[in-house]
Nanobody, 126 residues
Framework: QVQLVESGGGLVQAGGSLRLSCAAS????????MGWFRQAPGKEREFVAG????????KYVDFVKGRFTISRDNAKNTVYLQMNSLKPEDTGVYYC???????????????????WGQGTQVTVSS
C-alpha cells in the first residue's frame, strides 16, 4: 500500500512562509514524478506544482510562480513545497500526489495522479 503523508501546514499571516513535506512509503519515488495540489473551501482541487522523477524539471501554476518552490530528496523518499509570500488566496488543503507513470516529468492535472496524501491545512490570514 502506497502512503503519502503531508506535514508542515498551519496558520500564517499574509507574507509569511511555510514549508510542506510529503513522506512516502510503499513506493520508491525515484522513478516517479510528484506534485502538490490544493483545494480551497468550496472549490475543486487544483494543480499547484510538479516535479519530474529526477528533479530536473519543475512546473507551477501561474498564481504561485516566483513564490513557491517544489523540490525532492529521493534518498529520503520525500517531496517538499516551500511557500513564500503567502496570500490569503493560498488558503486550502494541500495534497501531495504521485504521478502514475514512471519517469514522468511531473503531473499537471488531477487525472495524472494515482496516489494521494491525506492533505494538510494551510490557512493564510490577512
Amino acid at each position: 500500500q502506497v502512503q503519502l503523508v503531508e506535514s508542515g501546514g498551519g496558520l500564517v499571516q499574509a507574507g509569511g512562509s511555510l514549508r510542506l513535506s510529503c513522506a512516502a512509503s510503499g513506493r520508491a519515488l525515484i522513478r516517479y514524478g510528484m506534485g502538490w495540489f490544493r483545494q480551497a473551501p468550496g472549490k475543486e482541487r487544483e494543480f499547484v506544482a510538479g516535479i519530474s522523477w529526477n528533479g530536473d524539471t519543475t512546473k507551477y501554476v501561474d498564481f504561485v510562480k516566483g513564490r513557491f518552490t517544489i523540490s525532492r530528496d529521493n534518498a529520503k523518499n520525500t517531496v517538499y513545497l516551500q511557500m513564500n509570500s503567502l496570500k490569503p488566496e493560498d488558503t486550502g488543503v494541500y495534497y501531495c500526489a504521485t504521478e502514475g507513470s514512471r519517469y514522468g516529468l511531473g503531473p499537471r492535472a488531477v487525472s495524472d495522479i494515482d496516489y494521494w496524501g491525506q492533505g494538510t491545512q494551510v490557512t493564510v490570514s490577512s
